[in-house]
């Protein structure tokens, strides 16, 4: 299957700090991309969509380069409670599973 | 809110044995999946299903089996269960056509 590769990390910034991650994936047919967000030994959770003209929530802004086929997560002034692994997801058009990147751990440090 | 609830939060179970795992959503999703999640290797795929009774076989099917008699409830079975499938077996389930998944808590089985 297809893959979807990320930086593993850890990235370890203190608080406050602006961070992002870039994901790549191989599918070039694929059209739907997430952020989901994975605490210590708990599920993932649906952190954000991410579309053609980028999509902002909050302090996370989520941009999809679709010539580069990458997206990426920018977290701004990161606080503590951001620590977790970020997992990358891309589907391809008319599927209904997703490929998982194996995730980009975060350490935000006081 | 979408809930996805799974039968055990830990699980430890002796070579051999046979291993039910359970899974119900509350949300009316048509697809259901396994997932296992090992250090390093990420969300591994092992079963999906889109209807009732319909199952498929996702990336690493070998030594799982699974059931869906009801809309809301995808189990795993593990026939004969061996130490390499000690793991963290999360279940997901999605709308017919989004690919969002919604994640159980996940079950953490060691097989001794």
């Known amino acids: 299957r297809k893959e979807v590769e990320q930086d593993p990390g850890p990235f370890n910034v203190p608080e406050g700090a602006t961070v992002a991650f870039n994901c790549t994936y191989s599918?070039?047919?694929?059209?739907?991309f997430f952020w989901y967000r994975q605490d210590c030994r708990k599920e993932p959770k649906l952190l954000m969509s991410?579309?053609?003209s980028g999509n902002e929530d909050g302090r996370f802004t989520a941009q999809l380069n679709r010539a580069s086929q990458y997206i990426s997560l920018l977290i701004r002034d990161s606080k503590l409670s951001d620590s977790a692994t970020y997992l990358c997801?891309?589907?391809?058009?008319?599927?209904?599973?997703?490929?998982f990147g194996r995730g980009t751990s975060l350490i935000v440090h006081p | 809110d979408v809930k996805v609830t799974q039968s055990s939060r830990y699980l430890v179970k002796r070579t051999g044995e046979k291993v039910f795992l359970e899974c119900v959503q509350d949300?009316?999703?048509?697809?259901m999946f396994w997932y296992r999640q090992d250090p390093g290797l990420g969300l591994r795929l092992i079963y999906f299903?889109?209807?009732?009774?319909?199952?498929e076989k996702g990336d690493i099917p070998e030594g799982y089996s699974v059931s869906r008699e009801k809309k809301e409830r995808f189990s795993l079975i593990l026939e004969s269960a061996s130490t390499n499938q000690t793991s963290m077996y999360l279940c997901?389930?999605?709308?017919?056509?989004?690919?969002?998944?919604?994640f159980g808590p996940g079950t953490r089985l060691t097989v001794t």
């Open positions: 997901a389930s999605s709308l017919l056509d989004r690919a969002e998944q919604y």
């Open positions: 599918n070039s047919a694929s059209q739907s």
């Open positions: 991410v579309y053609s």
């Open positions: 997801v891309a589907a391809s058009g008319g599927s209904y599973i997703p490929t």
């Open positions: 949300m009316d999703h048509e697809n």
């Open positions: 299903s889109y209807d009732v009774k319909m199952k």
